[in-house]
């Protein structure tokens, strides 16, 4: 998996070891239901264009690392109002690609130390989760 800021087309490499667990649980459809005087049922819906979340938490603690080195460009990246970025899987069964940006309402990035220390050096490996909002052509 990678992501890829599309403004530069710089790539940070992410580990496979992500899971997406609110994958399955977006509502694309949203919906009013409401009774009218006499009892008849009235339904409103529409299809949203955009805004699915993609939140990537480590699948355990042994899984889901990313290098200090890259951590640090991830958070720059997380700070810079109107960009977007490219979120592409690079499994066998998934090669799926997503423009996202950052989702700060619900907290775009966190991290911990794998080892439980502070980091000796831009190539220790820190726990991750990143929240990302799902856009549709980029806007």
């Not at 409401?34 to 949203?48: F, N, P, R, V």
């Not at 977007?84 to 996202?100: A, G, I, K, W």
């Amino acid at each position: 998996m990678k992501l890829i800021r599309l403004a530069t087309s710089e790539t940070v490499p992410l580990e496979d070891g992500f899971l997406w667990p609110d994958e399955f649980s977006w509502k694309a459809i949203e919906q009013n239901q409401a009774y009218a005087m006499d009892g008849t049922l009235h339904i409103q819906e529409g299809k949203k264009k955009s805004g699915r979340p993609i939140t990537l938490q480590p699948a355990d603690p042994q899984m889901g690392w990313i290098k200090l080195r890259e951590l640090r460009t991830v958070l720059e990246w997380s700070k810079l109002q109107g960009e977007n970025f490219r979120l592409q899987f690079e499994q066998p069964h998934d090669s799926r690609q997503f423009t996202v940006k950052f989702n700060h309402q619900d907290g775009a990035l966190e991290a911990t130390p794998v080892r439980g220390i502070p980091a000796v050096s831009l190539d220790d490996y820190f726990n991750v989760t990143l929240r990302f909002t799902e856009l549709d052509d980029g806007d």
